[in-house]
């Protein structure tokens, strides 16, 4: 368990100004960054808060600096804030937007530099650090540490710590099962960044995806329309194709690894680019892939939290 930061509470010994007090007590903090405190509400004088720098301080006052966050709020078009505390920040993201830059000093806008700008507004010296990622095209939920400490728990425990990650794809095609597990080898080729599944262990890690059928395309067709698709159910008919909505429990968290997993089926992830066999086509120009569930036990608190992103509506759309 990591401890969760606490409030920092300072003894007033002598009168001072409460800005020059704060300057001296919270380790030589930035001029600026004690404006920011006050400015965001998080100073307390006994029990008021109190946002003016030049308030006068008696000896025996008790002044609290409050772990929170304060009313700094996140706007950005691609990237809605779920949850935060003082150890995690749980985002939601639109596709086109990586998680991070995929080169050093890139000046690409990425999920990372918009959360470091936003934490550096409650503090300057605040940091932010990537837990896990998404592809750029896949939507979805997101959790970033705001410690290294907190940061090195999760990721080398992340496998104790998650109990769901549930993830929604549109595939091309009807699976021949409407439920089932996949098992396979992963190896990824560093050159080319593409990952490569084996049914046998060939020295890659083992990946496991369940995935169930929510619906397909042919559920609001009338009996000739889907008739009329070729006799193989993984093909499909250039004039009327049919996809299906499919949820995806993950037991592994490789790379690409649902993309990889639905095209080893034959049914690839509509719009996808690297592993669509040459099948780019998406009715919505997206690759249709979105993390609508991540939970997990918070390590500060030790009790199970869950996020829940809704389903692009233009998901359900291709399919009416």
């Excluded at 920040?89 to 086109?96: E, F, L, M, R």
């Excluded at 649902?258 to 592993?275: F, N, T």
């Amino acid at each position: 368990m990591i401890k969760r930061k606490e409030d920092t509470v300072l003894r007033v010994a002598e009168s001072a100004q409460l800005m020059e007090f704060l300057i001296a007590k919270m380790g030589g903090m930035a001029r600026s960054s004690v404006k920011q405190l006050l400015g965001q509400r998080r100073v307390k004088v006994g029990k008021a808060v109190q946002t003016r720098h030049d308030f006068a301080l008696q000896a025996g006052d008790v002044v609290t600096v409050l772990s929170g966050r304060g009313n700094i709020e996140l706007r950005h078009p691609k990237l809605r804030l779920v949850y935060e505390d003082d150890d995690l920040i749980v985002v939601d993201k639109k596709p086109g937007l990586l998680t991070v830059a995929s080169t050093p000093g890139s000046s690409e806008t990425t999920v990372f530099s918009i959360l470091r700008a936003y934490v550096k507004k409650q503090n300057a010296r605040a940091g932010i650090f990537v837990v896990h990622r998404l592809d750029r095209e896949t939507s979805g939920l997101l959790v970033f540490a705001r410690s290294e400490q907190m940061q090195h728990y999760m990721r080398t425990y992340w496998r104790q710590l998650v109990t769901d990650r549930t993830y929604i794809a549109l595939a091309e095609g009807i699976l021949d099962k409407p439920e089932g597990k996949i098992t396979t080898w992963l190896t990824e080729d560093k050159r080319n960044a593409v990952v490569y599944s084996s049914p046998v262990d060939d020295g890659g890690d083992i990946a496991i995806t369940n995935y169930k059928v929510l619906k397909t395309s042919a559920d609001s067709r009338q009996p000739s329309e889907v008739m009329t698709q070729e006799s193989d159910s993984r093909k499909l008919n250039a004039d009327s194709p049919l996809y299906s909505l499919v949820e995806l429990h993950l037991e592994t968290g490789r790379t690409n690894q649902i993309r990889v997993h639905l095209a080893s089926l034959g049914h690839p992830v509509v719009g996808d680019r690297k592993y669509g066999h040459g099948n780019e086509y998406s009715p919505i120009d997206r690759l249709c892939l979105h993390a609508k569930v991540l939970e997990f036990i918070h390590p500060a608190t030790e009790q199970k939290v869950r996020f829940e992103s809704p389903v692009p509506k233009e998901f359900n759309h291709v399919l009416a």
